[in-house]
């Protein structure tokens, strides 16, 4: 099982960036993806949440508004669209999952996730 998360970079406030999570080694029918967060001397934090591939998606109060979750299956993919990016966005962008299928539609908490993928850097400028 692998998570591979791209898109990051470096984008001015107020800007867009699509961070995309690819997976291998099974599919996202049954299973729960969360994307997180981690900024620089700051815990971990969960950003929005998927509990299988056709429920509704949960969004941190942070970033509601702005950031949209979506899946595509025939790709076992998951996207993070992010518009009017700001500055405390600023952090490395994780996307996990595990095996979810008999608890849906509550998501995961965040130590219940089984697989995660290396990160990628998203870095806002003022």
């Known amino acids: 099982v692998q998570l591979v998360e791209s898109g990051g970079g470096l984008v001015q406030a107020g800007g867009s960036l699509r961070l995309s999570c690819a997976a291998s080694?099974?599919?996202?029918?049954?299973?729960?993806i969360g994307w997180f967060r981690q900024a620089p001397g700051k815990e971990r934090e969960g950003v929005s949440c998927?509990?299988?591939?056709?429920?509704?998606?949960y969004y941190a109060d942070s970033v509601k508004g702005r950031f949209t979750m979506s899946s595509d299956n025939a790709k076992n993919t998951v996207y993070l669209q992010m518009n009017s990016l700001k500055p405390e966005d600023t952090a490395v962008y994780y996307c996990?999952?595990?095996?979810?299928?008999?608890?849906?539609?509550?998501?995961?908490?965040?130590?219940?996730?089984?697989?995660w993928g290396q990160g990628t850097q998203v870095t806002v400028s003022s």
């Open positions: 080694g099974f599919t996202f029918d049954d299973y729960a």
């Open positions: 998927l509990a299988s591939s056709d429920s509704i998606s």
């Open positions: 996990a999952a595990v095996w979810w299928a008999d608890r849906v539609p509550s998501c995961p908490g965040m130590y219940e996730y089984r697989y």
